[in-house]
């Protein structure tokens, strides 16, 4: 990819009948531009497996299209080595109108297999892809994953040299997926070249060799896809800080004596973070402004995720702190420092400042401050709890003892 750029014209007004043309027939139509991709280079190795990713609408499927000559690029170049077979959009190249082995034949020829190649292999296609029973059966009465189960059998049985797939494998059930999966991993032991675009971080760092990041038709980033993957989450998970705010003032409660002015996370350098990574130091911190003299005040924070489900909980009083006395006007820093094992997702933190023993709350603000645990991987457990795994084998059977022969009796002659 040579500076690639793409972008397409938008009307802003659209003639929708005969009648309209004929009764504005030189009315100028008006149009916008908008820019897909902008001056985007790379260049993939042979047998490399590389992952583009990017919100929505950043250009990936844009770009895939443009390498598969679906769209012609309007500046720059892309230069093909070997034979291509895409899976980008679903139903692509499919005729509605006609049975399963009539699209399978069609579509193997037209991502060059010859008529008999194509044929002999149909039966392996069709029993990838689940859909012996359905043959007959015309394609648009096809569900959304049975389309993909064939689109996707029918692009990894022609042989290409690269592979272009794009995110429509997220349409397949959760078996269709694994089976997916595997061939994937086939690929890349014969050290054949794809392209995968997806949204899932998990498959990027679990197949990729390399990602790209796009945003907003701009190649922001390319290189190993763990620390891709960490960009591509910090891109999702922004949030306006003015938003939030207005949130937590509608659930604020306590009987006052106490302000907590402002709160934040920390990294493992110390710099205020709007995102934490998975098994890395990290601190809370609030700033708490007194209106009353308070003697021993307990701090305290909650974490609670997006399910509502309360995953962390820090006091002072737990620990038995003696916190002081605070005059009127005096400041409070409050900080909790740990680990995060926090499984990857969004957090709200409700700090609160409350009497001596939690007889009354001073001040609490719900959900006051978020922050993103970035991960490339996640077990669906709320805690991603670092551990070691072993396996032995338990069925070895111990070594055959040697045989004992008796002695032969010594004979008198």
């Not at 620390?227 to 705010?245: S, V």
């Amino acid at each position: 990819m040579e500076n690639v750029s793409k972008a397409f014209r938008v009307p802003t007004e659209r003639v929708q009948t005969l009648k309209e043309t004929a009764l504005h027939p030189f009315r100028r139509k008006a149009f916008h531009e908008f820019v897909a991709l902008r001056d985007v280079s790379f260049d993939v190795a042979h047998g490399e497996f590389l992952g583009i990713v990017g919100r929505n609408g950043s250009g990936k499927s844009t770009l895939l299209k443009c390498m598969a000559g679906i769209y012609r690029v309007d500046n720059g170049g892309i230069y093909v080595d070997g034979r291509l077979s895409a899976f980008i959009e679903l139903g692509v190249g499919f005729n509605p109108d006609l049975p399963a082995r009539d699209n399978v034949l069609i579509n193997g020829t037209m991502l060059g297999l010859s008529p008999r190649e194509a044929s002999r292999r149909y039966d392996s296609i069709l029993d990838f892809a689940e859909l012996r029973e359905f043959e007959t059966l015309k394609i648009k009465n096809y569900s959304s994953g049975m389309l993909v189960r064939l689109a996707f059998s029918v692009m990894i049985h022609v042989d290409a040299d690269i592979l272009l797939v794009d995110e429509v494998l997220a349409v397949g059930d959760a078996a269709f997926q694994q089976k997916c999966f595997d061939e994937f991993y086939r690929l890349k032991d014969e050290n054949r070249t794809v392209i995968l675009v997806t949204h899932d971080m998990s498959a990027v760092e679990r197949f990729c060799d390399r990602a790209v990041l796009l945003h907003k038709g701009d190649m922001v980033s390319t290189g190993e896809p763990r620390r891709i993957g960490m960009e591509y989450l910090e891109l999702n998970f922004g949030r306006p800080e003015a938003a939030a705010a207005a949130a937590s003032d509608e659930l604020r409660s306590g009987i006052g004596g106490a302000e907590i002015v402002e709160a934040w996370f920390e990294d493992v350098t110390g710099a205020r973070a709007s995102m934490l990574e998975l098994e890395r130091d990290c601190r809370f911190a609030a700033r708490v402004r007194f209106t009353r003299a308070v003697d021993h005040p307990v701090f305290a924070v909650t974490l609670e995720n997006a399910a509502h489900d309360k995953v962390f909980s820090a006091s002072t009083q737990w620990q038995h702190a003696e916190t002081g006395r605070f005059e009127p006007g005096d400041e409070a820093l409050f900080h909790v420092q740990f680990t995060n094992v926090l499984a990857p997702g969004r957090y709200d933190a409700t700090p609160a400042v409350a009497l001596r023993g939690g007889t009354a709350s001073l001040d609490v603000r719900e959900q006051f401050v978020d922050v993103v645990v970035s991960g490339t991987h996640a077990s669906g457990a709320l805690l991603e709890l670092p551990y070691a795994s072993a396996v032995e084998r338990t069925d070895a059977q111990p070594a055959a003892a040697e045989p004992v022969v008796a002695a032969e009796p010594e004979v008198e002659r």
